[in-house]
Nanobody, 116 residues
Framework: QVQLVESGGGLVQAGGSLRLSCRASGSTVSFNTMSWHRQAPGKERELVAAISRGGSTNYADSVKGRFTISRDNAKNTVYLQMNSLKPEDTAVYYC??????????WGQGTQVTVSS
């Protein structure tokens, strides 16, 4: 059974940085697109950044130039480096991964809080 486990969230002041990690465990499944999403209180979950197995990336306009997504296919791990954090980045961050058969897996989420 595949499990995605996020880590790296926490409380940071505006302008600070955090690095999120999401590792898939419990299976030898390989993944195609891996991505990070976030959900703030009272808002819908939104895509933050995505990366293909080959390394192509795309970002939400709100995080371009501040966040960087990367992955280590050998470790089935995806990362999100978040710099110049703003209070509006406060949310629960979730990772998502598509197996090669098309099955989507979600992590349990990690809280990121940016204080002003």
């Amino acid at each position: 059974q595949v499990q995605l486990v996020e880590s790296g969230g926490g409380l940071v002041q505006a302008g600070g940085s955090l690095r999120l990690s999401c590792r898939a465990s419990g299976s030898t499944v390989s993944f195609n697109t891996m991505s990070w999403h976030r959900q703030a209180p009272g808002k819908e979950r939104e895509l933050v950044a995505a990366i293909s197995r080959g390394g192509s990336t795309n970002y939400a306009d709100s995080v371009k130039g501040r966040f960087t997504i990367s992955r280590d296919n050998a470790k089935n791990t995806v990362y999100l480096q978040m710099n110049s954090l703003k209070p509006e980045d406060t949310a629960v961050y979730y990772c998502k991964a598509f197996g090669i058969t098309g099955t989507a897996y979600w992590g349990q989420g990690t809280q990121v809080t940016v204080s002003s």
